[in-house]
């Protein structure tokens, strides 16, 4: 995947917390992905880390090594990526321009898809942070929940960093459209959330046919109607932004779908053993099929997940 090298990014929708030293206040009281957050790993690896022993004091997950801890404050300081991320060149050779490039993309499509059902489409907030965050209305975290989308306070959340622990933790191809696929996938919740699906399903909800697993599923699908159609999307110049999508690219957004099912996560980072009962993404072949299907089509219509019936894989 490529970037047109002439066309504007917009930072203008992006909180740049890297430099401020983390969220504020520690890790007491809601965790984000239990305070309501909603992540492409988070619950099952918190589950993971919490029977393994890898919870820290006052019920916050614990760092992984070489990442730093939660500071006293935060703010964002959006000046240095609003002069370095400026054109789909910078995007092509740096990692925070191509999330801000993808995000741009995914904007521009769903604010279309929206109006072309006589809905309106409210962009998100896309936060940058560093090995911890508080956010707005789901508590704090740290990095090894993984991105997430914040429903109360409408914003996305991601240390970029997991996209290294992608391929060295789970194992992933990697590449740009891989990376594309996780911040579609959070794209995918906040849809959700403009759409009011995310109240069909209960806090705490697991299990290979759960509220949750079938939410998670959604976004998946969600994030493959955005890569149908990434190449036609339109900067405010009215060229595509991005360009030379390959089949090598959308397998590794598949492999990348593989490594984050339940089942994988549990026996390749779990001791081995798969519990179907605390699934709450769905195994590596249903999110597989569910952003295939999403792939395929270009059509958000095709992502039910939660109709009486449907066959979830």
Same mark, same amino acid.
């Given at each position: 995947m490529r970037f047109d090298e002439n066309a504007d990014l917009d930072t203008s929708h992006i909180d740049d917390l890297r430099g401020s030293g983390g969220g504020g206040g520690g890790l007491g009281g809601r965790v984000a992905i239990g305070g309501g957050g909603v992540g492409i790993v988070g619950l099952i690896l918190f589950f993971l880390l919490s029977q393994l022993g890898g919870l820290g004091g006052g019920g916050?997950? @614990?760092?992984?090594?070489?990442l730093s801890g939660l500071g006293s404050g935060q703010s964002a300081n959006n000046s240095e990526i609003a002069e370095s991320c400026r054109t789909g060149a910078d995007a092509n050779t740096k990692l925070?321009?191509?999330? +801000?490039?993808v995000t741009n993309s995914l904007d521009g499509y769903w604010s279309d898809a929206f109006a072309r059902s006589g809905q309106t489409y409210r962009p998100p907030r896309t936060n940058f942070f560093r090995g911890g965050v508080n956010t707005g209305g789901c508590g704090s975290a740290t990095s090894d929940v993984? %991105?997430?989308?914040?429903? @109360?306070?409408?914003?996305?959340? #991601?240390?970029?960093?997991?996209?290294?622990?992608?391929? $060295?933790?789970?194992?992933?191809?990697?590449g740009p459209f891989a990376r594309a696929y996780v +911040? @579609?996938?959070?794209?995918g919740h906040h849809v959700q959330n403009l759409l009011g699906i995310n109240r069909r399903v209960r806090a705490g909800d697991s299990?290979? !046919?759960?509220?949750? /697993?079938?939410?998670?599923?959604?976004?998946?699908?969600?994030?493959? /109607?955005?890569?149908?159609?990434a190449t036609?999307? %339109?900067?405010?110049?009215?060229?595509?932004? #991005? !360009?030379?999508?390959?089949?090598?690219? /959308?397998?590794?957004?598949?492999? $990348?779908?593989?490594?984050?099912?339940?089942?994988? +996560?549990?026996?390749?980072?779990?001791?081995?053993? /798969?519990?179907?009962?605390?699934?709450?993404?769905?195994?590596?072949?249903?999110?597989?099929?569910?952003? $295939? !299907?999403g792939f395929r089509t270009g059509d958000p219509a095709r992502c039910d997940t939660f109709s009486r019936g449907v066959n979830l894989g």
């Open positions: 916050g997950v @614990a760092l992984p090594g070489g925070d321009c191509e999330v +801000i490039a993984g %991105p997430f989308y914040c429903p @109360a306070d409408s914003e996305v959340y #991601i240390d970029l960093r997991f996209f290294q622990e992608l391929e $060295t933790r789970f194992g992933a191809q990697g +911040i @579609a996938h959070e794209y299990g290979p !046919t759960s509220g949750s /697993v079938r939410l998670e599923l959604q976004a998946d699908c969600y994030a493959g /109607v955005w890569a149908n159609h036609s999307v %339109p900067t405010a110049g009215g060229r595509p932004l #991005i !360009t030379d999508v390959t089949r090598d690219d /959308v397998n590794a957004a598949l492999d $990348t779908a593989e490594r984050i099912g339940d089942d994988f +996560i549990q026996s390749n980072l779990g001791g081995g053993r /798969v519990d179907e009962s605390q699934f709450t993404h769905g195994s590596s072949a249903q999110r597989e099929k569910w952003y $295939t !299907t």
